[in-house]
């Protein structure tokens, strides 16, 4: 069975440092991969997502992943966080391009600090 | 742009009480879920339903039940509320290949119903 294990449940980085969140997956078929963020009071947007194709991503607010098919990681990066940026990241997989199969991670919660 | 739009954003409700938490989106999706999100929890499914009249259970229904009567509506039913469904609920929406889209798995999410069940 698919699972998405998404390591630490807090990040917390300064101002202009790297932003990486990370998060594994286990699947027996190529999978698709998504990362999506809910900003406070809020319901779950799309980051980006990795579907075939090349395994570099880019999504929106200067973040990308990079699907490594040989570590089963789907890591999430940007190169210089903003405050605004402070959220809660959720990875997620589906095994058969189907959103009524995703499974998604528990979540990681990044705080900015100034 | 998608939208979904949840009725109702806080609700707090005594235990035994009947619950409805509405949503619709006007993207004419197939597919519509209902989430329940919980702290170090993340989302777990509650129903989806991939047409009108049609539902599938997910991870734990018990306790829920759902309606869609129409295309575009999707209802998730609180029968008799219990203090264990304290909870922020999530609804979603999304293509379905089996509608003539391209269903490429991307959700799209409503803002969130926070229930409190007192």
Same mark, same amino acid.
């Given at each position: ?95 058969? @391009? ?7 991670? @528990? ?8 | 742009?998608? $939208? ?26 197939? *597919? ?22 049609? $539902?599938? $259970? ?25 203090? *264990? ?34």
């Amino acid at each position: 069975a698919q699972s998405v294990t998404q390591l630490g449940s807090h990040v917390s980085v300064s101002e202009g440092a790297l932003v990486l969140l990370r998060c594994n997956y286990s699947s027996s078929v190529p999978p698709y991969l998504f990362w999506y963020v809910q900003y406070p009071n809020q319901g779950l947007q799309l980051l980006l997502k990795y579907t075939t194709g090349a395994t570099l991503v880019k999504g929106i607010n200067g973040f990308e992943a990079e699907f490594k098919k040989s570590e089963t990681s789907f890591h999430l990066t940007k190169p210089s966080a903003h405050m605004s940026d402070a959220a809660e990241y959720f990875c997620a997989v589906t095994l058969y @391009s189907s959103a009524s199969k995703i499974i998604f991670g @528990s979540g990681t919660r990044l705080s900015i600090r100034p | 742009d998608v $939208k979904v739009t949840q009725s109702s954003r806080y609700l707090v409700k005594r235990t035994g009480e009947k619950v409805f938490l509405e949503c619709v989106q006007d993207m004419d999706h197939e *597919n519509m879920f209902w989430y329940r999100q919980d702290p170090g929890l993340g989302l777990r499914l509650i129903y989806f339903s991939y047409d009108v009249k049609m $539902k599938e $259970k997910g991870d734990i229904p018990e306790g829920y039940s759902v309606s869609r009567e129409k295309k575009e509506r999707f209802s998730l039913i609180l029968e008799s509320a219990s203090t *264990n469904q304290t909870s922020m609920y999530l609804c979603a929406s999304s293509f379905s290949s089996f509608g003539g889209g391209a269903d490429t798995g991307e959700l799209f999410f409503g803002e969130g119903s926070r229930l409190t069940v007192l």
